[in-house]
């Protein structure tokens, strides 16, 4: 069983035996004895394979038990003391069991609240507040059932509640780290006198756009989506002037995956503001990386780059040869873009294509009729990657592969989850069940070139209540905090900086680190053992363990996030910064 099927075991477990011990109560204060004898028998087996999926988790790692292991369990040992021995005590009225049951109910329930709700890191605060919810509730119950509990006993445990509710609230509420980031504007210009220079003009507005036949009303660079694919062979410098025609939420340009300097990043409030309607933002950089990346916008990104400010970005080497295309991939207003496109290759031809993700899940691609390599992961190129048949690869929110192969005398054909969007001619195949590759064994290994890191870093991936701002929200958290309350990691110039990411929510989170591109070192606790790989978009999935490091050497504050942008708007985004 993998982790992530752990996580979702467990959760679905304790909502079992809560309910088993909530709806026992129930029964017995309504005196229907077999029935609450059966949900309590119940509750004690899911209470008991509760342990279970407790102990496995603690085993895959402590980030991923640690506030069922010291808030949960307790509780629940709790629930088992008092309901326990009551029940044995075998009552002739089943209804004077109703309160100990109850109780056992609102233990269970509080350590799912507290895995819900908070997660990782287990607090003392967060421990009171349940142990007070339980209590207060139990005493309530008391008074409604009128079971009349001595008024002694009745008045300790609102005393007990209502401490542990007051201690609970000042410890979890106290920010224990830095909150807020300080902005520091870091421009730099980059030196770019002498160069051969490519200028482009983006201007971004709403539009009107035809999807397969359709009307979509987008947010447009220069009236088109994607915007228009920007090239450049390596050397050259890049002049990218933005224009806001008239998106209200303002806009900028995010070079994804370039590892531009700072000043140039395109993150409004960390880099520069946001391009409001009417002004203008000059880009220009070295495009000193070939390779395929792509450009979007990073002002209310969640919704501008899903309605269409994204386009494509491509670096080459002086002489290209052969077919090169780019295939960047979108959902527009629920339609999929690219349109399928035919175009015959002749035999022999070199052909690369570009895959590009700019939508915000994962999605699977799979090349039929030619063998093929991936001859490169995020722009970066795998060393001897050997040549894959029948095998689909899984791309990351914004993550880009480039596939080869040397054009057949047969069609070939790429399907984007199992819908066509390139071909040289019609092919019949079923893609579906290909296995998937796994870049972390794909091509040859180099060593890695350090042994040792001056900076550790665990991101702890999981959802949870942030009550920071004006509205409470369910966030997408980092370590229990949500933006713009989760510390910045501090790193200095030339220190080798090692995350480790964890996933131990119930859904995909796709990293990304701006300015830097990061090498995987172990996933799951396994080594890496194909090319290096030097990525800057990554699934982490439920319950995955990601161990990965760069060389600190690119100043400033760059935006450390996931890129399902829906969860880094919900909180799920960091920082980090050079002191
Ligand atoms: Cu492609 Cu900060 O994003
Ligand atoms: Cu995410």
Redesign the pocket.
């Known amino acids: 069983m993998t982790t992530g099927s752990l996580l979702a075991a467990d959760l679905v477990i304790a909502v079992l035996a809560a309910a088993g011990w909530l709806g026992g109560g129930a029964a017995s204060a309504a005196r229907r004895r077999p029935l609450a004898l059966g949900l309590v028998a119940f509750a004690l087996l899911a209470t008991l394979a509760r342990a279970i999926t407790i102990i496995a988790l603690a085993r895959a790692g402590w980030w991923f038990a640690a506030e069922k292991v010291l808030i949960a369990a307790p509780l629940s040992l709790a629930a088992v003391a008092v309901a326990g021995p009551r029940l044995l005590r075998a009552p002739g009225d089943i209804r004077s069991v109703a309160v100990p049951l109850l109780f056992a109910g609102y233990a269970a329930s509080g350590g799912l609240l507290v895995t819900v709700l908070h997660g990782y890191p287990a607090s003392a605060g967060v421990g009171l507040l349940a142990v007070a919810g339980v209590l207060a509730a139990t005493t309530v119950t008391w008074r409604v059932l009128g079971a009349r509990p001595s008024p002694t006993v009745s008045r300790a445990a609102l005393a007990a509640a209502v401490a542990a509710l007051v201690t609970g609230t000042g410890l979890a509420v106290t920010p224990d780290a830095v909150t807020g980031v300080a902005h520091d504007h870091g421009y730099r210009d980059a030196r770019t006198a002498g160069e051969p220079t490519r200028r482009f003009t983006l201007t971004a507005g709403t539009a009107t756009v035809d999807v397969s036949g359709r009307d979509v009303a987008a947010w447009a660079f220069n009236g088109q989506v994607p915007g228009p694919e920007l090239t450049a062979t390596v050397g050259d410098v890049l002049e990218v002037t933005l224009r806001n025609r008239n998106i209200a939420r303002g806009v900028t340009l995010h070079w994804h995956g370039y590892d531009v300097p700072n000043s140039q990043d395109g993150v409004p409030g960390v880099t520069q503001a946001a391009v409001l309607p009417g002004q203008e933002f000059v880009y220009r950089f070295r495009a000193d990386q070939v390779g395929t990346y792509w450009y979007h916008t990073h002002a209310a990104s969640d919704v501008g780059v899903r309605k269409g400010l994204y386009g494509a970005l491509v670096v080459r080497p002086a002489p290209v040869t052969g077919v090169d295309v780019t295939v960047p991939v979108h959902t527009l207003a629920g339609l999929p873009l690219p349109a399928p496109r035919v175009e015959p290759v002749e035999a022999g031809v070199r052909v690369r294509l570009r895959l590009i993700n700019t939508d915000s899940t994962t999605h699977r691609y799979a090349l039929a009729g030619t063998p093929f390599r991936v001859a490169a992961i995020d722009g970066s190129d795998l060393r001897n990657p050997t040549p894959l048949v029948a095998t689909a690869v899984l791309i990351p929110a914004g993550g880009r592969y480039d596939l080869v192969f040397t054009a057949p005398a047969t069609p070939v054909a790429l399907s984007v989850d199992g819908r066509e969007v390139y071909a040289t001619g019609p092919v019949s195949a079923a893609t579906g069940a290909w296995p998937v590759l796994d870049p972390l064994t794909y091509g040859v290994a180099s060593p890695v070139p350090w042994a040792r890191f001056d900076r550790e870093f665990t991101l702890v ?1 999981d959802r949870g209540l942030d009550l920071r701002g004006l509205l409470p929200r369910y966030a ?1 958290t980092v370590n229990g905090a949500a933006d713009p309350d989760i510390p910045p990691q501090v790193v200095r110039l030339g220190d080798i900086v090692k995350f480790t990411i964890v996933n131990r ?1 119930q ?5 990304h680190l701006h300015g830097h591109h990061v090498l995987v070192l172990t996933r799951n606790g396994r080594p890496a053992t194909g090319s290096l790989l030097w990525l800057d978009s990554f699934d982490v999935r439920p319950g995955e363990v990601w161990e990965v490091a760069f060389r600190a050497d690119n100043p400033g504050m760059w935006a450390n996030h ?3 942008l ?3 708007d919900a909180g ?1 985004t960091l920082h980090l910064l050079y002191s």
């Open positions: 991936l997408h929510s859904v995909v989170h796709p990293w996931c890129h399902n829906a969860h880094a799920m």
